[in-house]
């Protein structure tokens, strides 16, 4: 009941900040390692994301926690197997601090050989090698924040042509001291380096930053003026793992929205 009451309260609040697809981060091994049951938190999810009555179509990404061993992402990965169905993607967080996303090569390999898309935290804390080695080592189709790739030329380029997304989350940022200040954050330049860019939350109940609260604070603090936010929101559709017919459907909802602003 908690898993399920947690997933209904989210899904509210981010369905009242006009969110029509969430790709929700969670993190097993949090709560397995206290004794959970994978069921448990599964089940739980599941049943809020079929029960919610609001406009907003939900998939669940499930994150190694890479502070642990890649033996016991190993772990994780043979308790989801009876749940991939309910997974869109794996993912890798925690601190990145002196653990590269190479340590996670056989994982990522084995999800993907089930049919998981690939996203990876990088570029946050660590260096732009980190986002090299997401990419290329493990696969990642998209990568979280990867802010620090602007340190890399070669890699900016990359990220360009292949048009890797890059799902940024400016007051986590500002939170976690990644940058000093909303003023300082280089958001725009990545934008005009010619990177997809999206606009998202990270842990906003622990640091203060739903959807909404970031894109308000970008035109508040940023410069972002109305077209910049909704080029942001285009950007978040696109870097979705939606079809196409089904991309192409909430980005003409986008434009119908947009032409009343």
């Avoid at 499930?62 to 869109?88: G, I, K, Q």
């Avoid at 089930?114 to 990088?122: D, F, K, N, S």
Wanted: hydrophobic content about 40%.
């Amino acid at each position: 009941q908690d898993f399920y009451d947690l997933m209904s309260a989210y899904l509210a609040r981010a369905a009242g900040d006009g969110v029509r697809r969430a790709e929700i981060f969670f993190d097993p091994q949090t709560h397995t390692m206290r004794g959970v049951d994978f069921g448990v938190f599964m089940e739980g999810f599941n049943a809020a994301i079929a029960d919610a009555s609001h406009a907003i179509d939900a998939a669940l990404i499930m994150c190694f926690l890479r502070h642990l061993s890649p033996e016991e992402a190993e772990t994780t990965l043979s308790a989801a197997e009876p749940y991939l169905d309910d997974l869109v993607a794996v993912g890798l967080d925690s601190s990145e601090r002196g653990r590269p996303p190479e340590l996670f090569t056989e994982v990522y390999r084995r999800s993907r050989d089930l049919g998981l898309r690939a996203v990876a935290h990088a570029g946050e804390e660590g260096p732009p090698e980190y986002v090299w080695s997401a990419i290329d080592v493990l696969g990642a189709e998209r990568i979280e924040h990867g802010v620090r790739s602007l340190e890399d030329s070669d890699l900016v380029e990359r990220l360009g042509i292949d048009q890797i997304p890059l799902t940024v989350c400016p007051l986590s940022n500002v939170a976690l001291q990644v940058v000093d200040s909303l003023a300082d954050h280089p958001v725009r330049t990545m934008i005009d380096s010619g990177l997809r860019v999206s606009v998202n939350s990270d842990d906003p109940a622990y640091f203060g930053g739903y959807v909404g609260d970031n894109y308000e604070q970008l035109a508040l603090q940023g410069g972002f003026d109305g077209a910049d936010l909704v080029e942001l929101a285009r950007m978040s559709i696109v870097s979705t793992f939606l079809s196409d017919e089904e991309k192409s459907a909430l980005l003409s909802d986008l434009e119908t929205v947009a032409a009343d602003l």
